[in-house]
């Protein structure tokens, strides 16, 4: 069984940052991909970004150059750098880690709001 807890969330104006940080619980998960995810009201939760152990990411469009993810994996823990943010990131964000079918965690999120 594995635990998630997402952190960082909060109000920020447009162009500002934020971090969100997640810490994972129970088994080292050196060998998952961990990745974060948002969702709105209404609309199915989009992938933001994913990390490998290895370290290769993956970004959505809408975040390339101004999202950045990295993890730790000896303290079992991801983060999402998230700068120049726009009125449209506001969302819950959502934490993952996933190994197959059998093996896949999401934090309870944490609310991210753009506002002036």
């Known amino acids: 069984q594995v635990q998630l807890v997402e952190s960082g969330g909060g109000l920020v104006q447009p162009g500002g940052s934020l971090r969100l940080s997640c810490a994972a619980s129970?088994?080292?998960?050196?060998?998952?991909?961990m990745g974060w995810y948002r969702q709105v009201p209404g609309k199915e939760r989009e992938s933001v970004a994913t990390?490998?152990?290895?370290?290769?990411?993956t970004y959505t469009d809408f975040v390339k150059g101004r999202f950045t993810i990295s993890r730790d994996s000896t303290k079992n823990m991801v983060a999402l750098q998230m700068n120049s943010l726009k009125p449209e990131d506001p969302a819950v964000y959502y934490c993952?880690?996933?190994?197959?079918?059998?093996?896949?965690?999401w934090g309870q999120g944490t609310q991210v709001t753009v506002s002036s």
């Open positions: 990390i490998t152990g290895g370290g290769t990411t």
């Open positions: 129970g088994r080292s998960l050196a060998f998952t991909v």
């Open positions: 993952r880690v996933a190994l197959s079918k059998s093996f896949d965690y």
